[in-house]
């Protein structure tokens, strides 16, 4: 009798189906990760945005904090970030309640508090600041009880902004784009966390790898991959997100690609990813 065949994923690992979470019969309080990667444009926005809209589809309350002045998280989401407060205003303490900044996105149960471009100029004001690396774990700590996950959108850098993302949460996850020099700076990166673990947060831990904008057509992104799987292990999540133009062209729609191409390969993979996340017990 032939033996059944497993086929292996782009990890080189068997390609599990992955069960779709179970209904949660309450809510909060939230786990904290922090979207993270000083390297600019390997996925951290177009996966906070997607992998958000993922698991409010599988009934989890999540609320994305976009902390990069860019703002690129809150444009994606479809929301309004000009003449509105922000996460500038709650960092400063100009506003006190959170729930005066957060706005609902078209996304059933993903919330989203946004940013823009005043957000550059905090850093240099928390410079002074008493505690200054946890002025975001206390605007977050006032509405953690009333979400499931709260994912944070960082800017590409290492700096204060970044630091207090870290200090605020539970958990990392690092996007990494399947190309030329993608391990570039993670050792950098976990430096910074391991900083921060001893110094700020003792509870942080690193919750995985993404791969993102893979392409298994070449055989540079599949060697990108093998090095990335060699160096992380099993921290690397089993799901890759494959590289496809309709994940930009759903950011400039303003939309999740959950909306705009329920259809395209990249949907079903951010929903997996979604599924894998419960499943490593990353979030309830
Ligand atoms: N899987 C993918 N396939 C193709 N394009 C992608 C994919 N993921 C993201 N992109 C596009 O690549 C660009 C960078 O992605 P994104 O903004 O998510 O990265 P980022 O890490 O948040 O960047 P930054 O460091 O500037 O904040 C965007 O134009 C985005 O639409
Ligand atoms: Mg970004």
Known sequence: MAKNQVALGPTGRPDLVIPAPQKLSQHGPARIIAMCNQKGGVGKTTTTINLGAALARYGRRVLIVDFDPQGAATAGLGVQAHDVPTI?????????????????????????????IDLSAAEVHLVTEVAREQILAGVLRKISSEYDVILIDCQPSLGLLTVNALTASHGVLIPLACEFFALRGVALLIETIEKVKDRLNPQIELDGIIATMYDARTLHAREVLERVVDTFDDKVFDTVIARTVKLPDASVAAKSILDYAPTNPASEAYLKLAREVVQRGVVA
């Open 88 to 116: 500038y205003d709650l960092m400063l303490s100009k506003v006190k309640d959170p729930r005066e900044v957060i706005q609902h996105t078209d996304t059933n149960h993903l919330d989203v508090i946004p940013a823009n």
